[in-house]
Nanobody, 121 residues
Protein backbone atom coordinates (compact mmCIF):
# COMPACT_ATOMS: atom_id res chain seq x y z
CA UNK A 1 0.00 0.00 0.00
CA UNK A 2 1.48 3.31 -1.08
CA UNK A 3 1.44 6.08 1.51
CA UNK A 4 1.64 9.78 0.74
CA UNK A 5 2.53 12.03 3.67
CA UNK A 6 2.41 15.82 3.39
CA UNK A 7 4.22 18.28 5.62
CA UNK A 8 5.05 21.98 5.73
CA UNK A 9 1.67 23.61 6.13
CA UNK A 10 0.96 26.34 8.64
CA UNK A 11 -0.10 29.92 9.21
CA UNK A 12 1.53 32.61 7.11
CA UNK A 13 0.85 36.30 6.49
CA UNK A 14 -0.23 37.54 3.06
CA UNK A 15 2.78 37.89 0.81
CA UNK A 16 4.67 35.21 2.70
CA UNK A 17 6.00 31.84 1.59
CA UNK A 18 5.66 28.20 2.53
CA UNK A 19 7.18 25.02 1.17
CA UNK A 20 5.12 21.87 1.20
CA UNK A 21 6.67 18.43 0.96
CA UNK A 22 5.10 15.09 0.18
CA UNK A 23 6.97 11.88 0.83
CA UNK A 24 5.88 8.66 -0.84
CA UNK A 25 6.53 5.39 0.98
CA UNK A 26 8.16 3.66 -1.98
CA UNK A 27 8.83 4.03 -5.64
CA UNK A 28 6.13 2.72 -7.91
CA UNK A 29 5.33 3.07 -11.56
CA UNK A 30 1.74 3.61 -10.40
CA UNK A 31 2.48 7.24 -9.72
CA UNK A 32 4.11 8.47 -12.89
CA UNK A 33 2.54 11.84 -12.07
CA UNK A 34 2.62 13.58 -8.69
CA UNK A 35 0.22 16.40 -8.08
CA UNK A 36 -0.90 18.97 -5.54
CA UNK A 37 -4.54 19.74 -4.96
CA UNK A 38 -6.29 22.00 -2.50
CA UNK A 39 -9.70 22.23 -0.96
CA UNK A 40 -10.98 25.36 0.70
CA UNK A 41 -13.85 25.21 3.16
CA UNK A 42 -17.13 24.68 1.33
CA UNK A 43 -15.48 24.30 -2.06
CA UNK A 44 -14.55 21.49 -4.42
CA UNK A 45 -11.05 20.06 -4.41
CA UNK A 46 -9.09 21.68 -7.22
CA UNK A 47 -5.82 20.91 -8.97
CA UNK A 48 -2.94 23.24 -8.22
CA UNK A 49 0.03 21.71 -10.01
CA UNK A 50 1.42 18.41 -11.21
CA UNK A 51 4.74 17.03 -12.38
CA UNK A 52 5.55 13.89 -14.32
CA UNK A 53 8.51 11.61 -13.75
CA UNK A 54 10.11 13.10 -16.87
CA UNK A 55 9.66 16.70 -15.71
CA UNK A 56 6.48 17.79 -17.45
CA UNK A 57 4.71 20.44 -15.35
CA UNK A 58 1.27 22.04 -15.21
CA UNK A 59 -0.01 24.86 -13.04
CA UNK A 60 -3.48 26.16 -12.39
CA UNK A 61 -3.86 29.71 -13.69
CA UNK A 62 -4.50 30.96 -10.15
CA UNK A 63 -0.99 29.99 -9.00
CA UNK A 64 1.15 30.54 -12.11
CA UNK A 65 4.16 32.68 -11.35
CA UNK A 66 3.77 32.20 -7.58
CA UNK A 67 4.02 28.45 -6.99
CA UNK A 68 6.77 26.10 -8.12
CA UNK A 69 6.51 22.32 -8.13
CA UNK A 70 9.56 20.09 -8.06
CA UNK A 71 10.29 16.43 -7.62
CA UNK A 72 13.17 14.41 -6.24
CA UNK A 73 12.77 10.93 -7.69
CA UNK A 74 15.64 9.54 -5.63
CA UNK A 75 13.81 10.54 -2.44
CA UNK A 76 10.31 9.75 -3.73
CA UNK A 77 9.35 13.29 -2.74
CA UNK A 78 7.46 16.13 -4.38
CA UNK A 79 7.60 19.75 -3.24
CA UNK A 80 5.44 22.81 -3.69
CA UNK A 81 7.14 26.14 -3.11
CA UNK A 82 4.46 28.75 -2.54
CA UNK A 83 5.39 32.43 -2.72
CA UNK A 84 3.36 35.64 -2.61
CA UNK A 85 0.62 33.84 -0.76
CA UNK A 86 -2.86 35.32 -0.68
CA UNK A 87 -5.81 34.73 1.65
CA UNK A 88 -7.51 32.92 -1.26
CA UNK A 89 -4.76 30.28 -1.08
CA UNK A 90 -6.09 29.18 2.31
CA UNK A 91 -7.04 25.52 2.02
CA UNK A 92 -6.10 21.99 2.91
CA UNK A 93 -3.42 20.94 0.46
CA UNK A 94 -3.22 17.33 -0.68
CA UNK A 95 -0.59 15.51 -2.67
CA UNK A 96 -1.64 12.76 -5.00
CA UNK A 97 -0.19 10.16 -7.32
CA UNK A 98 -1.48 8.85 -10.59
CA UNK A 99 -0.52 7.49 -13.95
CA UNK A 100 -2.01 10.16 -16.20
CA UNK A 101 -0.88 13.75 -16.61
CA UNK A 102 -3.32 16.50 -15.71
CA UNK A 103 -5.08 18.45 -12.97
CA UNK A 104 -8.33 16.53 -12.78
CA UNK A 105 -8.70 14.77 -9.44
CA UNK A 106 -10.20 11.75 -11.21
CA UNK A 107 -6.76 11.03 -12.74
CA UNK A 108 -5.24 10.27 -9.33
CA UNK A 109 -5.49 7.02 -7.41
CA UNK A 110 -3.41 7.80 -4.33
CA UNK A 111 -3.92 10.64 -1.89
CA UNK A 112 -2.29 11.99 1.22
CA UNK A 113 -4.18 13.12 4.33
CA UNK A 114 -3.63 16.80 3.63
CA UNK A 115 -1.92 19.69 5.35
CA UNK A 116 -3.59 22.96 6.30
CA UNK A 117 -2.34 26.22 4.83
CA UNK A 118 -3.79 29.39 6.28
CA UNK A 119 -2.92 32.80 4.87
CA UNK A 120 -4.04 35.54 7.21
CA UNK A 121 -2.79 38.65 8.91
Amino acid sequence: QLQFVESGGGLVQPGGSLRLSCSVSRFSSEYYVLGWFRQAAGKEREGVSCISSTGGILYADSVKGRFTISRDNAKNTVYLQMNSLKPDDTAVYYCAGGSHFGLLKSLYNYWGQGTQVTVSS
